[in-house]
């Protein structure tokens, strides 16, 4: 039997990325989107797709022009059976040229099954919350921190003879409030951001793990990790479950943030919230940047086809999304 509480940490967000890096001719992209749906997503719904579909689906992202994707989770597959085959899934997707193939681990075990896959990145959850953290993992935060200690020497090792190196990123779950705890204070996460980075990770995000966050929250959090962490400041984690996903994003976008997690279709619903998309919408979110002029590199026509294969892989899950739902709007086009 698994609990909520452990699904809900696994749940729990995480994700780094590439540091910002700033607009050139040469440069595909402004902003890196993640798309987190095969994890994310596939975790925290009942229906275990079959790995050609993921396969297929993860193809279809990759077209649509994905530049990294979050394929599983190095857990236990009594855990979460819906993930038991991420090395084979894993596999697969270092077949696409350009694609960060990223997986999530929760512990040492899971960062060497995931170093055997031949992952480009890590990124392990870490609960901004203590009682989160005990609740889900059974482990304080100084327990956590001596995982992740452990994790990273772990690539490191690996990294002394590897031909590329493994990068490693902590994504700060329940940073902008948790169930468990209500409020997470601002100094709290920030200071566990820091032991973070003094652990030597990459790169340290924030997750709305509960979709508690609002705009404003989001812009003082971001703008200070930024302050203490620079370049080693990551991704935003957002979720819609109050209907704040985008507005967040682009509270997130205005103290410079530029990467990015979202799901296709919004997959994974939120136990909170009935009835709603529980992370960002991939389609969504790409519209709203590209129509604003920044370049994503993602075809919003390749996610509709992305779209497509999940709804044949899918059929009962409710898929979310305004923008598959109302279609591109007359006369737009995407930055180029
Ligand atoms: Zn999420």
């Known amino acids: 039997m698994i609990s909520l509480e452990r699904i809900t940490f696994y749940l729990s967000e995480r994700k780094i990325h590439t540091p910002m890096t700033p607009a050139s001719p ?7 989107i993640s798309e987190v749906g095969p994890r994310d997503g596939l975790q925290s719904i009942s229906a275990v797709m079959s790995t050609a579909a993921k396969c297929r689906w993860i193809d279809a992202l990759a077209a649509a022009g994905l530049r990294e994707i979050e394929v599983g989770s190095f857990v236990s597959p009594k855990l979460l059976p819906q993930l038991a085959d991420t090395a084979a899934v894993v596999q697969h997707a270092l077949r696409h040229p350009g694609l960060r193939v990223m997986a999530l681990v929760p512990n040492l075990r899971g960062a060497q099954a995931a170093l055997a896959a031949g992952v480009h990145k890590i990124t392990l959850p870490v609960s901004a919350s203590e009682a989160h953290s005990l609740a889900n993992v059974r482990k304080t935060h100084a327990e956590m921190l001596d995982e992740l200690c452990a994790v990273v ?5 690996h990294n002394a003879t590897a031909p590329t190196p493994v990068g490693v990123e902590v994504g700060l779950s329940t940073a902008f409030g948790c169930t468990l705890q209500g409020v997470v204070p601002q100094d709290a996460v920030i200071r566990l951001a820091l032991a973070c980075a003094e652990a030597g990770v990459d790169e340290v995000g924030l997750s709305d793990t509960t979709g508690m966050a609002n705009p404003a929250q989001v812009r003082r959090l971001f703008r200070r990790l930024q302050q203490e962490l620079g370049e080693r400041a990551g991704a935003a984690h957002l979720h819609n479950t109050r209907g704040l996903g985008l507005a967040n994003a682009l509270a997130a976008l205005d103290v410079g943030v530029r990467a990015f997690d979202s799901s296709l279709a919004g997959l994974g619903g939120c136990p909170y919230a009935p009835g709603a998309s529980g ?8 519209f709203m940047f590209e129509a604003m002029g920044l370049r994503t590199g993602v075809d919003l026509d390749g996610l509709l086809r992305a779209r497509a294969v999940l709804r044949e892989a899918l059929p009962d899950e ?10 591109l709007p007359q006369g737009f086009s995407p930055t180029h």
Do not use: F, I, K, W
């Open 26 to 32: 040469s440069s595909p992209a402004d902003l890196l």
């Open 153 to 157: 020497q772990r690539v490191r090792a």
């Open 279 to 286: 992370n960002v919408v991939t389609e969504d979110l790409v």
């Open 318 to 327: 409710p898929l979310y999304g305004m923008v598959p739902e109302a279609g």
